[in-house]
């Protein structure tokens, strides 16, 4: 290992999920679990796993989408110090890049780390969506696509979604019907692994369970009503649901003296920027900008897509589930949706997808997300699972998160030390 080696040593992960309650009488949404406290628990869990004290932290790192259009709290990184006075002087960066908010923040840690300016940073991704509405909730994410072309004029981001899935089905020939089988097939998957995840939206005890939709079939026999469409083709189970949560990391070097026994190398990681205008690619059925940093970080971690063991991939919509999987180069560019068909992907199978439920299942607080998913994978390659765990002991990780509408790509992989 060399000594600029940055690793994961240690996290914290509140549960995902709707942290606010209605009031009958008013309408207004009143908070139960406010951001400060969300930023305090997360950063003292991630500190006790890590066994690093407040103080060793060189510098903090947050990610948020929107704090001020979502809470009123534009600043929002300082908050990390109101339950840590040793964090106070420290340096706090906040990044905003839509659902790939603290994955950004993280590669910014990385960077900082891998320079030897610090020797340990704190990275946070947060997200308090639930006490605005839906239609709300929509406005403030339609702001992370391309306004005067998309969202000023009524397209929303599961329509935009939508807009890139159909641009796939059709280039490759995939009729309607079995689209829809796969997309079901990716959701029931899904909720499958989220239903053992306790810090899931869709965890234990939840709807996905109850309802035993944990088949394509049991989800395609939904009535209309209970499984509208959305975004044509994409129906109410094609969608990550809107969520509040925040998660801690602590990253450090190899040569600072911090290492905690368990930890997770940072192998290789790249950051891939589209053109945010769907109008400017020139080949919507696919991620461009995904597929170009996977292949860049595969390079820098030395490893082929073979070497895989698990990933986690950004599926804020079942369909692009399908497109990450071939961006990363698991399935060849149209079969994503036949080999889930095929049950390549099942329980079974050497590369497991999403064992943490995904954003489908364990929700999609977006600042939060990036975070949420390197936590699971670091989790997975220390022997520290949150729900289902891989049946092996997993070696490599690659974590593939996406920021707007495929505009920001971030992927990083992970290596069990």
């Known amino acids: 290992m060399q000594p600029d080696t940055v690793l994961i040593s240690g996290g914290g992960h509140t549960r995902f999920g709707n942290h606010s309650r209605r009031d009958k009488q008013t309408g207004e949404r009143k908070d139960t679990y406010p951001v400060e ?3 305090g628990d997360v950063i003292g869990e991630a500190l006790t796993e890590a066994a690093v004290e407040a103080d060793a932290i060189d510098a903090v790192y947050v990610g948020s989408c929107s704090p001020g259009a979502f809470t009123n709290q534009e600043l929002l990184g300082p908050l990390a110090l109101q339950r840590y006075p040793a964090l ?13 908010s603290s994955s950004m923040a993280l590669h910014a840690a990385a960077d900082a780390l891998q320079s030897g300016r610090i020797n340990a940073a ?25 306004w ?6 009524g397209v929303t981001f599961p329509g935009l979604f939508a807009r890139i899935g159909e641009a796939y089905r059709q280039h490759h020939g995939i009729g309607p019907d079995r689209y829809r089988e796969m997309l079901a097939t990716v959701a029931a998957s899904n909720y499958s692994r989220g239903i053992h995840n306790p810090l899931a939206q869709f965890g234990p005890g939840s709807l996905p369970e109850s309802a035993g939709l944990t088949s394509a079939q049991s989800i395609l026999d939904l009535p209309e009503e209970k499984n509208p469409v959305i975004a044509a083709p994409l129906h109410l189970h094609d969608c990550s649901p809107i969520s509040d949560g ?14 905690h026994d368990r930890a997770a190398a940072i192998a290789g990681r790249a950051v891939s920027t589209d053109y945010l205008p769907l109008s400017s690619r020139p080949a919507l059925y696919k991620l461009e900008g995904a597929r170009d940093a996977a292949t860049r970080a595969y390079r820098e971690a030395g490893i082929s ?3 895989l063991d698990l990933v986690e991939v950004h599926d804020c919509f079942t369909s692009n589930q399908l497109l990450c999987l071939e961006a990363l180069g698991l399935s060849d560019e149209g079969c994503a949706g036949e080999d889930y068909l095929s049950g390549l992907y099942g329980d079974d199978a050497r590369c497991r997808v999403n064992l943490s439920g995904g954003l489908k299942s364990k929700g999609h607080p977006v600042g939060a997300t990036g975070a949420s998913m390197h936590y699971f994978a670091y989790r997975q390659l220390t022997g520290k699972a949150v729900g289902m765990a891989h049946a092996d002991e997993p070696e490599f990780a690659a974590v593939l998160n996406i920021g707007g509408s495929g505009v920001v790509n971030c992927t990083t992989i992970l290596q069990a030390v």
């Not at 925040?246 to 290492?259: F, P, Q």
């Open 37 to 39: 406290q969300m930023l």
């Open 88 to 100: 106070r002087f420290k340096p706090v960066h906040q990044s905003t890049a839509a659902c790939a």
């Open 148 to 153: 005067p072309e998309e969202s000023a004029s």
């Open 122 to 146: 704190l990275v946070v991704g947060i997200e308090k969506m639930t006490l605005r509405n839906t239609p709300q909730v929509t406005e403030i994410l339609g702001r992370c696509s391309y």
């Open 246 to 259: 925040a998660v801690a990391l602590v990253l450090v070097r190899a040569d600072s003296g911090l290492k």
């Open 305 to 307: 897509v073979s070497e």
